[in-house]
């Protein structure tokens, strides 16, 4: 299965249990081999080096937007 993941509000994206974990509004796990690509397109979003890693080891792109929500 392949899935595109876009975080547009505030979060912190971790690894819990060996997944993509999102924290904020509205709390969520994904399975990162099931993963893409993942588009973060809010400033106040962070992500852990461990997360990065992680996502790169999967082959998974990562795309940063900026404040008008194009690639940076």
Known sequence: MSLHA???RS???SIRRGQLYVS???PRSLPIED???LTLEDGGITITE???CRLAENGVAVMVCDGK???A
């Open 50 to 52: 461990q997360c990065l």
């Open 24 to 26: 904020g509004e509205i």
């Open 35 to 37: 993963l893409d690509t």
């Open 6 to 8: 876009m975080l547009s």
């Open 11 to 13: 979060a912190h994206v």
């Open 69 to 71: 929500h194009q690639p």
